[in-house]
């Protein structure tokens, strides 16, 4: 008889030392950890956790000599449970810290608006702006979304709107973005040409896109905001 079928392995089990994990490492990121845990337990008994339970680091992990400092973390699910021998199932729990913000950095073919300075934004040569490839920078910060955290839901993290260009004419305001209209009269903007000049003159960033909310891991959710400097 195996020496894993005892009763102890009614609950999970410690199977092999914890690993951790530096998923971020390659972008600069040595602070974000993960805890990998392997476990092993009696097949019929298995059951998955709770996802976002707080990791206790004196009953959750077994490390081998002295780990470095793992910091908050939270628990991001198993791994498939894979049969192993005496009717056991082995698998790996990982528990992840809320990884730190950060900027990524690569191009795109965004279409700036063309502009008349007396009024406003205009249409020259039947081309409703100038399509420039230049440097975007996505801005990507995560959120922990359970109880007792800034957001609960994930539907509550803010959305964040891309820049937009609002067509005006006397009291009415179009409800089409300026740059995907494809009919463009001469009517002032939101912003206005001078106000759009300030942010070119001042190299100020613009959103390019309305910002994209994603699942990480477990109830760990990421937000990325996409910038660009106007042109």
Known sequence: MSSY?????TSAVFYKPAKIIYPFADRGDTTTREVHQPLVQLADRYAP????????????????????STGSAYCIGD?????????????????????????????????????????????????????????????????LCQAGQTYTTPAAIPLVARQRY??????????????LSTIFPTYYTTPTAAQYAA??????????????????????YVRTIKYVVAK
């Open 199 to 220: 942010l070119v003159s001042a190299g100020t960033e613009i959103i390019a896109e309305d910002s994209l909310v994603e699942r990480y891991a477990g109830n760990i």
């Open 166 to 179: 609002i067509l005006t004419a006397g009291s009415e305001i179009s409800d089409v973005d300026y740059v």
């Open 79 to 143: 791994t498939e449970p894979q049969e192993t021998e005496a009717g056991l199932v082995s698998f790996v729990r990982k528990w992840s810290n809320i990884p730190a913000a950060r900027s990524d950095y690569s191009t795109i073919s965004y279409p700036y608006p063309s502009t008349k300075f007396n009024t406003g934004f205009e249409l020259i040569d039947n081309t409703p702006s100038r399509t420039i490839n230049t440097s975007l920078r996505s801005y990507i910060e995560y959120f």
């Open 49 to 68: 956790p709770a996802i976002g339970a707080t990791f206790v680091p004196a009953t959750d992990a077994n490390f081998s000599g002295s780990p470095v």
């Open 5 to 9: 079928e005892t009763h102890v392995t």
